[in-house]
């Protein structure tokens, strides 16, 4: 069983930045794929961003695009997520994902693609 905790949610002001930061248990995280989905009141729950096991091929959801980073430290057991230029509309619950099989030709950007999901942090971006 692979346990996520993410951390560095927060309160910020539009315009402003945080880092989400998400650590898997388990020795095999270096081969999963990776995700972060966020939820905000009253939404279904949307994808992110996502990162292969290699860190090489990363996946966005438009609304993040150029303002998002997802990368990730194998040694760390620890996927990132940089927020940049943060806006109301960001503000939701995000979660970490792992997706135990990291096939070709998949993007990662769907919930049933992932195995394993954190428990969740709140971002909170104020006007």
């Known amino acids: 069983q692979v346990q996520l905790v993410e951390s560095g949610g927060g309160l910020v002001q539009a315009g402003g930045s945080l880092r989400l930061s998400c650590t898997a248990s388990?020795?095999?995280?270096?081969?999963?794929?990776m995700g972060w989905f966020r939820q905000a009141p009253g939404k279904e729950r949307e994808f992110v961003a996502a990162i292969r096991w290699t860190g090489i091929s990363t996946y966005y959801t438009d609304s993040v695009k150029g303002r998002f980073t997802i990368s990730r430290d194998n040694a760390k057991n620890t996927v990132y997520l940089q927020m940049n230029s943060l806006n109301p509309e960001d503000t939701a619950v995000y979660y970490c994902?792992?997706?135990?099989?990291?096939?070709?030709?998949?993007?990662?950007?769907?919930?049933?693609?992932?195995?394993?999901w954190g428990q969740g942090t709140q971002v909170t971006v104020s006007s």
């Open positions: 388990g020795r095999t995280f270096s081969t999963y794929a």
């Open positions: 994902a792992a997706a135990r099989h990291d096939y070709s030709g998949r993007t990662y950007q769907l919930s049933d693609d992932y195995d394993y």
